[in-house]
């Protein structure tokens, strides 16, 4: 038995605020093996310009894109900042284009730049929850299905990320909003039971932000309730658990939050302030 | 403290009796890359000998009994599987051999039920990791060897000898197999029951959460243990992490 360094290949390294948790190598294998090592690197991983629909030829090697699609999906264990532009390139396993090859691409070219960025697990004060639910309302051009994220935080260590394109259309912004802070608060109070069982107490019910004041509303007061009868269940979920006082819905503006960059393509700038909030981090210096 | 999942290796002397290999001179270095069949890789010595080890430490593990053949059975093919392992720089750690069963000739309820074996949840991961973090504890990793080996199979499941080491006293007999091995549709599935039995045993409560969690106190130590197939993390309270020896 041996103290933790490398597990399930991911590199373990402390630092002088805690742990970094990184996919170097694992990065620099997916990398070799697509043929992109050598490629010139990118600031973000995802372009902000609007896809259109265009006669798009499929990509010639469909197992090539779903292998390295799926190797991606293993490196969001440690890198929260690709898993919107990864779960985007994976709606499209079935029938992948050659344009949804261009994004794919993109991604490698990005981590050819931060390959040893890592995910920082500091020391905690307080053992509390926060979460971070976003939307991105009507997203997808060819169904107009919205996309929706969360980001849950143990105090400043980002624990448990998704980011998902809803399963049915919304209505409106706040519907959309809504759906994801349902999504959000079922992550939260499973991690509540599991800080149970690891019977860690926490003081206070954790707070979700949500930066839709509609939503913020609807968790708190039964208004508006005509315009969404079909997200009754959604509804009835968030509203019975902040009626039980185990999670609060808290409204924060879009500037901070966190979750904008698990439901939308952001631009170099923010895209780059977030990351660093995200705790996605360069190796410490030696 | 050793957790200790491991078979200890007994020589066997039926390990020796059933090879049936000739004996002729070998290639002494094996070429880079990994040989595909047994002929290829039979040729090279230091394959050969790590054949002949991963034989002895299923016989040393009481994997198989030898039985009768019965036109009843559901007989599933073996063969070898070969593998390269290498440093971090490249230069070549060991041979690794593998004897595996071809699972996929197995039929769905008589030579298996339950395949499901569950794994740990990453958020789970990452939520340990900042709680060990936060309370300065050490974080310990287990290697286990052979971790499906260990699996106790409830089905019965025949397989043909392992391909050139037939036992020469009894040729047309199949193995019966009593433990599993790699290959077999209900390997991670024993694996992880044979492991969950034994940690349960030695006062380790399983999370209702996570599943692949698994938490021991006593007063106000505690610790945790998170099991991914074979690689296991342990974290905890150090005064309880330092005590003596679990064996299993």
């Keep these: 038995m041996g103290s933790v360094h490398y597990f399930l290949g991911i590199e373990v390294q402390s630092t002088s605020m805690g742990l970094m948790l990184r996919q170097h190598k694992y990065t620099l294998d997916i990398l070799t093996w697509a043929g992109m090592l050598s490629c010139k690197p990118v600031d973000s991983p995802i372009s902000t310009s609007k896809a259109t629909i265009l006669p798009d030829p499929l990509f010639s090697d469909a197992t090539r894109f779903r292998q390295i699609v799926g190797a991606l999906q293993y490196l969001t264990f440690t890198r929260p900042d690709i898993c919107f532009a990864v779960n985007r390139v994976c709606q499209f396993m079935h029938a992948p284009t050659d344009s949804h090859w261009v994004v794919v691409k993109r991604i490698l070219r990005y981590l050819r730049g931060t390959a040893s960025h890592g995910l920082h697990i500091t020391r905690s004060s307080s053992f509390a929850l926060h979460g971070f639910t976003d939307a991105d309302w009507a997203s997808s051009v060819e169904d107009r299905k919205s996309t929706g994220g969360y980001l849950v935080f143990f105090d400043q260590t980002p624990i448990s990320w998704k980011s998902s394109k809803q399963r049915t259309v919304a209505r409106s912004s706040t519907e959309a909003e809504y759906k994801a802070l349902a999504d959000g608060t079922a992550e939260v109070i499973w991690l509540q039971y599991l800080l149970i069982d690891l019977q860690i107490s926490f003081a206070s019910a954790p707070i979700i932000w949500c930066d839709n004041l509609g939503a913020t509303y609807f968790s708190a007061n039964p208004v508006f309730h005509a315009r969404t009868k079909h997200v009754e269940v959604d509804y009835h979920f968030v509203r019975d658990r902040v009626a039980k006082k185990e999670i609060q819905i808290r409204f924060i503006s879009s500037r901070d939050q966190l979750a904008d960059v698990f439901s939308k393509p952001l631009p170099t700038s923010s895209f780059t302030a977030f990351r660093l909030k995200l705790r996605v981090d360069p190796p410490p210096s030696a | ?248």
């Design chain 2, 1 to 248: 403290m050793v957790l200790r999942l491991r078979q200890p290796k007994t020589a066997l002397s039926t390990a020796t009796a059933t090879s049936s290999v000739a004996s002729f001179s070998r290639v002494v270095s094996p070429p880079s890359h990994e040989p595909l069949v047994f002929n290829d890789a039979n040729r090279y010595e230091a394959w050969h000998s790590a054949m002949h080890e991963e034989i002895q430490a299923l016989h040393a593990n009481r994997t198989w009994t030898l039985v009768p053949l019965n036109p009843s059975m559901n007989v599933v093919g073996s063969r070898w599987v070969y593998k390269i392992k290498r440093r971090s720089n490249g230069s070549i750690e060991r041979y690794k051999t593998r004897m595996v069963a071809r699972g996929f000739t197995q039929q769905e309820g008589i030579d298996y039920s339950e395949t499901f074996s569950p794994v740990i949840k990453h958020a789970t991961v990452r939520l340990v990791f900042s709680i060990a973090v936060s309370c300065g504890w050490k974080i310990h990793q287990l290697d286990i060897h052979n971790a499906f080996l260990n699996g106790v199979l409830d089905k019965e499941v025949y397989m043909k000898q392992p391909p050139s080491f037939v036992d020469s006293a009894l040729p047309s007999y199949v193995c019966r197999l009593h433990k599993s091995l790699y290959g077999l549709k209900q390997a991670p599935q024993a694996w992880y029951t044979r492991l969950n039995d034994f940690l349960l045993s030695i006062g380790f409560c399983a999370s209702k959460v996570d599943t692949s969690l698994f938490i021991f106190s006593v007063g106000a130590d505690i610790c945790y243990l998170l099991v991914y197939v074979d690689d296991i993390l342990l974290t905890g309270s150090n005064s309880l992490l330092l005590q003596p020896s679990f064996s299993y």
